[in-house]
């Protein structure tokens, strides 16, 4: 143990004009870990981070659990990115079954209030703005998708609501849009619902 070194490469605790913090140092390319054990179990809880391609590991149970790998992305059941149509999402949950390939928001309030999914747009460009959006901005979708025997880069069917009109503070006019595939790679609007609240059928046969 090293207390306030800035010398030895076995640093765990360093005190210098930045702060004070913890510190663990391995050669190049190796792992640090911080291992949580008992007399009947070693290494049931660990959290490793990987200096060769710097993600960060998370164990339970004697397996890993959760990985947060270079680029960001926070990974559930799997250890790497998957491209979905076309988009590596930041959050990505892979199960092998119904309970883990699936997740939850519950709202346990004694009250009227339920729980909220919320998809939203804005054009400043960067994280905590509030740019107004503009007419024709799609403002979110929810899709749906399978495997076609090759990858998972096309949407079977979606859902888009998107800016109808010039927003203004307090006034944003949107529509919501239903598309469906009928075999090809490009899903069609089938179902508008217009701001006024009318229904227009688009493309139907």
Do not use: W
């Not at 809880?45 to 060769?52: E, K, M, N, P, V």
């Not at 979110?140 to 009109?165: C, H, L, S």
């Not at 849009?177 to 006024?196: C, D, K, M, Q, V």
């Amino acid at each position: 143990l090293h207390v306030l070194s800035t010398t030895n490469p076995a640093i765990l605790a360093r005190n210098d004009s930045g702060g004070t913090g913890i510190r663990m140092q391995t050669d190049a390319g190796s792992a640090c870990s911080l291992s949580f054990s008992d007399t009947d179990a070693h290494n049931q809880g660990l959290i490793l981070y990987h200096h060769s391609d710097d993600r960060m590991q998370f164990n339970i149970a004697g397996s890993e659990r959760l990985r947060i790998n270079s680029s960001g992305n926070l990974l559930i059941g799997t250890t790497s990115s998957r491209s979905i149509n076309s988009h590596v999402p930041r959050l990505q949950i892979s199960g092998t079954d119904y309970s883990t390939s699936t997740f939850s928001i519950i709202n346990n309030t004694n009250d009227n209030n339920g729980a909220y999914l919320f998809l939203m747009k804005q054009r400043s460009g960067s994280p905590g703005g509030s740019t107004v959006v503009q007419n024709g901005d799609i403002l979110g979708q929810i899709r749906f998708g399978g495997a076609d025997g090759t990858d998972m880069e096309n949407p079977a069917a979606y859902i888009e609501a998107k800016v109808d009109g010039s927003p203004a503070s307090n006034d944003m006019p949107a529509r919501i849009s239903f598309y469906t595939n009928s075999g090809t790679t490009a899903p069609g609007e089938r179902l508008r619902i217009e701001p006024t609240g009318a229904a227009t059928f688009v493309g139907a046969t």
